[in-house]
C-alpha cells in the first residue's frame, strides 16, 4: 500500500510526558499537512511543509509543538509536556503542490490519550 | 477560506440515493469543492472534486450550479457500509483544508 502511513496509530500517555508520531506520505507528494482532529469535530489544520520547509503554522500549534521534516520525505510532530487537552487524533495528509489541484490523501491518524 | 454549510446529520435506508446539499456563499473564483468521507478512527478519504456544473465517478456525483454558492454531493442506491460522516470543503487542494463539523449519513437496512 502506498498511502499515507502514520505510526504509532495509539499513543497513551501521562500528563507532562513528551510524545512524537511519526508521518510517511505518498513518496512523491511534496507538500505535507498535519491536522488534528477531536471528537465530534472535522479535523483543525496545524502546520504544513512543502519539501522541508515549514510553510504556515496555525495558531493552534503552541510552542510546546514542533513538527519537522528534514529530508522533505517522513515528518514528525512532536509535543513537549503534555496536556489533557492535546488529547486527540492527529492525522497526517500529503498532496501535490503548490500549482497542482490534486487532493489532499490523509492517513488513519495517531490517537493520543492523555491520562 | 470560503466557509460551508451543510446539515448536520441525514438518515437513509439501503438502497436509496442521498443527496447531501452545501451551501458556500463566499466561495471565490478559484476555490475548487471537495467531499472527504470520514469512518471512525480513519481519516478522511477523498470522494470528488469539482468546480462546476456535474462530475460523476464510481462513487458519486457532485452537481454545482452556476452561481457555485452551492453544491450536492450524491451518492446513488447507498449501503449499509456508506455510514460515515461526510465532509463538504471549498478552497484550493494547496492550501490548509477547513473542515466543519460534516454531515453524519446514517444507513439502515
Known amino acids: 500500500d502506498t498511502g499515507v502511513s502514520q505510526d504509532p496509530r495509539h499513543k497513551i500517555t501521562k500528563r507532562g510526558q513528551n510524545v512524537t508520531f511519526r508521518c510517511d506520505p505518498i513518496s512523491e507528494h511534496n507538500r505535507l499537512y498535519w491536522y488534528r482532529q477531536t471528537l465530534g469535530q472535522g479535523p483543525e489544520f496545524l502546520t504544513y511543509?512543502?519539501?522541508?520547509?515549514?510553510?504556515?503554522k496555525s495558531r493552534l500549534l503552541s510552542d510546546r509543538f514542533s513538527a519537522e521534516r528534514p529530508k522533505g520525505s517522513f515528518s514528525t510532530l512532536e509535543i513537549q509536556r503534555t496536556e489533557q487537552g492535546d488529547s486527540a487524533m492527529y492525522l497526517c495528509a500529503s498532496s501535490f503542490g503548490p500549482d497542482s489541484n490534486q487532493p489532499q490523501h490523509f492517513g488513519d491518524g495517531t490517537r493520543l490519550s492523555i491520562l | 477560506l470560503a466557509k460551508t454549510t451543510q446539515p448536520i446529520s441525514m438518515d437513509s435506508y439501503e438502497g436509496q440515493e442521498v443527496n447531501i446539499t452545501c451551501s458556500h456563499n463566499n466561495i471565490a473564483t478559484n476555490d475548487y469543492i471537495t467531499w472527504y468521507q470520514q469512518f471512525p478512527s480513519q481519516g478522511p478519504r477523498f470522494i470528488i472534486q469539482g468546480y462546476k456544473t456535474k462530475v460523476t465517478n464510481e462513487v458519486a456525483s457532485l452537481f454545482i450550479p452556476a452561481d457555485r454558492k452551492s453544491s450536492t454531493l450524491s451518492l446513488p442506491r447507498v449501503s449499509l457500509s456508506d455510514t460515515a460522516v461526510y465532509y463538504c470543503?471549498?478552497?484550493?487542494?494547496?492550501?490548509?483544508?477547513?473542515f466543519g463539523t460534516g454531515t453524519r449519513l446514517q444507513v439502515f437496512p
Open positions: 470543503l471549498v478552497g484550493r487542494n494547496t492550501d490548509k483544508l477547513i
Open positions: 511543509f512543502q519539501n522541508e520547509a515549514q510553510l504556515e
